[in-house]
């Protein structure tokens, strides 16, 4: 019984204010930044970020040069050691920071683009296309993503812009679902019916009205896709199959896998760069998904 | 030529088709509103009763076309609303809103309330930047909403104020038609009072014709010139407000009448009580609608529906007898 | 006391300067103040007032339900035929609730649970409480279904929830509430989510019941109409006070407190010869104050046409007698011209 009234169903009964009016976004800011944990993944986060921007500049080491003998342990001159080619593997991570999360953010930029515009259309408008577009939706769901990925860039040469297409047009449909299931939710709400009321388009209804809206948890999980195509682009490369020109930590992981038993540094470092990576950004996911909780808010 | 009445409404029938149970069956139809007519007279408020599932709130969004009717004949000022395409519709938008039940789902959670009011003048692309600003803080002060309450968020606000909203948010066109969907029946009762005074100063100020839904027959009572009672998507009885409470005509408004509550003890006798429940609108009786629940049913009822009529002067009813005589 | 409540042989519950305290952003507030009410066998007591009075509180202090934390039970005592129920043990309440106290609530939906049929639910109420049998417990749900009038009980009985109206689960509702055949049935808003003609039934049901079984009812609701359908006396509280109390007549007739008073002139009521032209509704202007932020002294006084300076201290309970009291300061003359004589 307790559980029907709960914390703020009762503050919104005695009618409790916050002192000063608070938007809705500074009381989720203010929820996320009392989250430690959410903190802590965000401040790596931006110690990556840096890393990709700055990191170049400041060490001017070039991951292709050959830095010492192949295949060193971990010493002065290589503190991370070196490769099969004598190449250093504390620049390779360095610089793999900035091509890795590039292509990361990109390819989650297409296939959020994707994955909202169809959900979107497809809960909004309902009936025939709702109908077309799932089926479509579930046409990319049930091919091995991975799979359909490789076949992508094996058809067409390895570019950079190849590998980010193949990774948004494979793994937008997570998106596509959870947009169409919150547009359905919230069209059925009298705010949307009284903008209709007031000769509002369409393309404002969906865009102004609906999509703002809809945004928490698609934020939470646009913030987890980071994380999950670091991995899924880490697999490509390790197999070989993303542009040979540039070194991200998957690629360097890809190409030492033979030396794993002799030299373990050569793909430990990449793997725990991909790790912590991929557990920081989880780690924002999971305080903006307490945050934008409003069972949660003002504890 | 100026018609007395602003808005007449004839035979608007809104029939939703549904999914078909399994493949072979034959598509169920919910007569949602099936066979309305009505006439409001400019700045006159009529009141469409009825409780819930008898198709009052589905005809009010379908004068307004928010719903669309699948037969019937608005016309709004000499205007036929079905015949509009949607750049007139979008036009005549300005000159009719609506007011919602639940002033907790009908505001944007994301917009300040004074860019919700402001919402109608954008999508209208009425005045620039500097003239709407006035126009929101005109519209504040019109409804009794202080000009620095502009930048809260609905959830920052009371019921009643939030109701005070979503009327700047109707007015913000300068409409002569409001349909008001159960305003008050989500709030507390003293707060009821302050925004039915308020739907009735505004009326007289701004010459606004209503058209008033609710399931409350005091608040029907209160506020309505006309009223009309519903009953499974059909009118049953219409007729102004004093021949309604002084001398209801159809079995379903007195048992409806004798249903509400009173103060008084000694009126706890002598009722009419229906028996049963509101049938389903997909499977509705043959006949009179009311037949299953009438305690005057005869044979014909099953077999023949009523048609609405005038028995007196005024005072329309659908029913075969005369049964306040019985 | 300050509030001596009366008390007869036919007392079944009386609530003794009841004090509800929550902890709100680390701050004590009192969402109850100083209840006190007694209720006799066979009767109805209504509580009225607007959402956030703390009527729905004063229920689920009297099951001891109030959400811990925030909420306690400060000070006061719950007497149920001379039981403290403020002291009771855990075990000794949970056996009080759904057995001698049991409660109906307003939505009819949410309330019963969707994946059992109406059937079980009855039966798992009745064996919670008492020691029969699964097949005597079926037979007495089908039993149950027909007091609340569901037609062909023994075929409903095996429905679940979405098979049935409003109206039909708000009975299912009131059979499950009368499984353990309760000393007290509290009422919140159970007819507000329903149809007026509907209402109606519901209330008869209700009034049919303690007829028969002479339960003793509280209603909580927001309504002067639902009120007058079933109560014999009533309270009306406003921001966690108790500001008013009497029978039915004497609050509708002569309410002596200005918010009562306002409330009634507020709410329309049905004529049946309305005049030509509309009145205006009287109004209480503004709205119920937060209770994090109350004033000093009487919690209605800012929005009182009465208001003066002796306001700014709480009032006492005015005891008009016989039961009847009210809190607000102009009562006390009143008071006085009865004491005297």
């Not at chain 2, 519209?139 to 909403?145: C, D, E, N, P, R």
């Not at chain 3, 205006?280 to 003066?308: K, N, T, W, Y």
């Amino acid at each position: 019984m307790s559980e029907m009234i709960d914390q703020q169903d009762l503050a919104a009964q005695f009618g409790e204010k916050p002192e000063k009016p608070e938007k809705p976004w500074q009381a989720t800011a203010r929820m996320f930044y009392t989250n430690k944990a959410a903190v802590f993944g965000l401040i790596g986060f931006l110690i990556v970020i840096l890393l990709g921007l700055f990191g170049p500049i400041i060490f001017g080491a070039d991951p292709f040069d050959i830095a010492g003998k192949p295949l060193m342990e971990p010493q002065d001159a290589n503190p991370l050691g070196t490769d099969y080619l004598g190449r250093d593997i504390l620049s390779g991570v360095i610089y793999g920071a900035r091509p890795t999360m590039i292509i990361a953010i990109t390819a989650t930029v297409c296939a959020t683009v994707i994955g909202i515009s169809i959900g979107a259309i497809a809960g909004f408008y309902g009936g025939k296309i709702d109908n077309f577009l799932m089926r479509f939706t579930e046409f990319f769901q049930v091919l091995p993503s991975l799979v359909f990925a490789m076949v992508i860039v094996a058809v067409f040469e390895p570019s950079f812009l190849i590998v980010v297409l193949a990774i948004g047009t494979t793994t937008w449909t997570p998106l596509a679902r959870l947009a169409r299931a919150e547009f359905l939710k919230i069209k059925e709400r009298e705010f949307v019916l009284a903008a209709r009321a007031l000769g509002a388009q369409n393309i404002r209804l969906i865009l102004r009205v609906i999509l703002p809206n809809a945004l928490p948890p698609l934020i939470i999980a646009i913030t987890l896709r980071v994380g999950t195509t670091i991995i899924f682009e880490a697999a490509l490369s390790f197999l070989g199959l993303t542009d040979p020109s540039i070194m991200t930590w998957g690629r360097m992981i890809g190409l030492s896998r033979d030396y794993f038993f002799e030299a373990w540094w050569t793909v430990t470092f990449p793997g725990l760069a991909i790790l912590f990576t991929a557990l920081f950004i989880a780690l924002i996911g999971d305080g903006l998904n307490d945050a934008f909780n409003p069972k949660l808010r003002r504890r | 030529m100026t018609n007395k009445n602003l808005l007449s409404v004839e035979g608007l029938e809104v029939h939703f088709k549904l999914k078909r149970p399994h493949l072979f069956a034959s598509q169920p139809t919910l007569y949602a509103v099936d066979g309305v007519s009505f006439e409001i007279v400019r700045g006159q408020t009529l009141g469409l009763v009825g409780e819930s599932g008898c198709g009052k709130t589905t005809s009010g969004l379908s004068v307004l076309r928010l719903v669309e009717p699948t037969g019937g004949k608005i016309v709004f000022d000499g205007v036929d609303l079905r015949s509009l395409g949607a750049d007139a519709l979008l036009d005549m938008r300005k000159r009719m809103q609506i007011i919602f039940q639940d002033p907790y789902s009908s505001l944007n959670p994301r917009q300040t309330a004074g860019d919700i009011v402001k919402d109608p003048l954008l999508i209208q692309k009425v005045g620039n930047p500097k003239e709407r600003e006035e126009r929101v803080s005109e519209l504040f002060t019109l409804v009794g909403l202080q000009a620095n309450q502009k930048e809260l968020f609905p959830h920052q606000f009371s019921g009643g104020q939030r109701q005070r909203i979503c009327i700047a948010r109707a007015l913000a066109l300068n409409p002569d038609f409001i349909v008001c969907d159960e305003p008050v029946s989500a709030l507390d009762v003293a707060i009821q009072a302050q925004i039915l005074n308020l739907l009735c100063k505004l009326q007289e100020d701004l010459n606004l014709t209503f058209l008033f839904i609710s399931h409350d027959l005091a608040v029907v009572q209160h506020i309505c010139d006309e009223i009309a009672v519903m009953y499974l998507g059909a009118i049953v009885e219409k007729t102004n407000r004093k021949k309604l409470f002084n001398n209801p005509r159809h079995p379903y408004t007195r048992a409806l009448l004798s249903a509400v509550p009173t103060r008084r003890s000694s009126k706890k006798s002598n009722r009419i009580r229906l028996e049963g429940d509101i049938p389903n609108p997909v499977n509705r009786p043959s006949g009179c609608r009311f037949h299953t629940r009438c305690m005057y049913s005869q044979e014909q009822c099953k077999f023949e529906e009523p048609q609405l009529v005038e028995k007196q002067p005024g005072h329309w009813e659908a029913c075969h007898f005369e049964t306040t005589n019985l | 006391m300050k509030n001596p409540t009366l008390k007869s042989e036919n007392t079944v519950l009386s609530v003794e300067n009841l004090c509800v305290d929550f902890e709100i952003k680390g701050k004590q507030v009192q969402i109850l103040s100083d209840i006190s009410f007694s209720l006799e066998r066979g009767k109805t007591l209504g509580i009225i007032g607007e959402s956030g009075c703390g009527k729905s509180m004063t229920a689920l202090a009297l099951m001891r339900m109030i959400p811990s934390p925030p909420g306690r039970i400060s000070a006061g005592r719950v007497v149920l035929k001379g039981e403290d129920l403020a002291q009771a043990s855990e075990k000794r309440i949970r056996d009080i609730r759904g057995g001698e106290i049991s409660m109906i609530f307003q939505e009819p939906m949410t309330s019963l649970n969707p994946v059992f049929t109406i059937g079980n639910q009855i039966v798992e109420a009745i064996r919670r409480h008492k020691d029969i049998g699964k097949s005597e417990a079926w037979k007495e749900a089908t039993d149950l279904l027909d007091i609340v009038h569901i037609p062909a009980p023994n075929r409903r009985v095996h429905e679940y929830p979405h098979q049935l109206s409003g109206g039909m689960r708000q009975r299912v509702m009131i059979a499950i509430a009368l499984a353990c055949e309760p000393t007290v049935l509290i009422a919140d808003e159970p007819t507000t989510a329903l149809d007026v003609t509907v209402q109606a039934q519901i209330f008869d049901l209700l009034n049919e019941i303690q007829k028969d079984r002479g339960t003793c009812i509280i209603l909580i609701t927001h309504d002067f109409g639902a009120v007058a359908e079933m109560a014999d006396r009533v309270l009306v509280m406003y921001a966690g006070h108790k500001i008013e109390e009497g029978t039915l007549d004497e609050i509708i007739d002569s309410a002596r407190h200005p918010y009562t008073q306002g409330l009634l002139r507020s709410m329309p009521e049905i004529k049946v010869d309305p005049g030509d032209i509309r009145e205006s509704l009287a109004e209480i202007p503004g709205v119920v104050p937060d209770l994090l932020h109350l004033p000093e002294g009487c919690p209605f006084a800012p929005r009182c046409s009465f208001v003066m300076a002796q306001c700014q201290d709480l009032p006492h309970y005015m005891d008009l007698g016989d039961n009847r009291s009210v809190k607000c300061w102009l009562a006390q003359e009143d008071s006085r011209t009865k004491e005297q004589a």
